[in-house]
């Protein structure tokens, strides 16, 4: 599956697929996350998700402007998890990579 990528206004990453954005770079790192390559000439999708490593295995995942869900990695599995805040997101779907879990907030 090919990303789009490209910056936004804010200097954020967005991509239609998941990955880190510029300014998580070095906590992604320090998660063990690899840096994905960046395409800057790529057109920007305005509504495209961003998808943030917010621990080693979660992940936030945000349309510009608003948070829309989170991932949990657990084991094998991807939990897809629904709202804006992680003590009360709901579990929508469980898949087995992480291109079907960003895929599910489509």
Do not use: K, N
């Not at 906590?27 to 840096?35: E, K, Y």
């Not at 003590?87 to 079907?100: C, F, G, I, K």
């Amino acid at each position: 599956m090919s990303t789009t990528t490209g910056l936004g206004a804010s200097g954020r990453r967005r991509v239609a697929a998941c990955d880190s954005a510029p300014e998580s770079a070095a906590r992604a790192a320090s998660l063990g996350f690899p840096d994905a390559p960046v395409c800057p000439d790529a057109p920007v999708c305005p509504d495209a998700l961003v998808c943030l490593p917010v621990a080693v295995d979660r992940f936030e995942v945000s349309r510009p402007g608003v948070v829309v869900g989170f991932i949990d990695r657990v084991g094998h599995v991807f939990v897809v998890l629904t709202g804006q805040w992680y003590a009360v997101a709901v579990e929508s779907r469980q898949v087995l990579t992480l291109d079907e879990a960003v895929a599910a907030f489509r």
